[in-house]
């Protein structure tokens, strides 16, 4: 069974950090896609950050240089360094694997997703 449990949100003042963490169970996360999306009320889920099984990553234009995606292989987590956090971040927080390892920017593209993490950022 597999399944995906994030951790790590929370509140901060712009400026910020925060590291947000993705514990997997049932597969490999290092086998397939994984990401990172977010998603505002009345909004639609955003995709954040991408790592294919190659190692190959993608980031949304809104995040490049401020957030960071990688992979403890060793603990089978995925992990969302966010620095330089803005009020404009603040969002709903998926992880999210796909069943291949190669990666796709829409949420219609995962299969797996894990329930959610809060980050709220105060300006």
């Known amino acids: 069974q597999v399944q995906l449990v994030e951790s790590g949100g929370g509140s901060v003042q712009a400026g910020g950090s925060l590291r947000l963490s993705c514990a997997a169970s049932?597969?490999?996360?290092?086998?397939?896609?994984m990401g990172w999306f977010r998603q505002v009320p009345g909004k639609e889920r955003e995709d954040v950050s991408t790592i294919a099984s190659d190692g190959y990553t993608t980031y949304a234009n809104s995040v490049k240089g401020r957030f960071t995606i990688s992979t403890d292989t060793a603990q089978n987590t995925l992990y969302l360094q966010m620095n330089s956090l803005k009020p404009e971040d603040t969002a709903m927080y998926y992880c999210?694997?796909?069943?291949?390892?190669?990666?796709?920017?829409?949420?219609?593209?995962?299969?797996?997703w894990g329930q959610g993490t809060q980050v709220s950022v105060s300006s």
């Open positions: 049932g597969y490999t996360i290092s086998s397939v896609c």
């Open positions: 999210a694997a796909r069943r291949s390892g190669a990666c796709h920017r829409f949420s219609w593209a995962f299969a797996y």
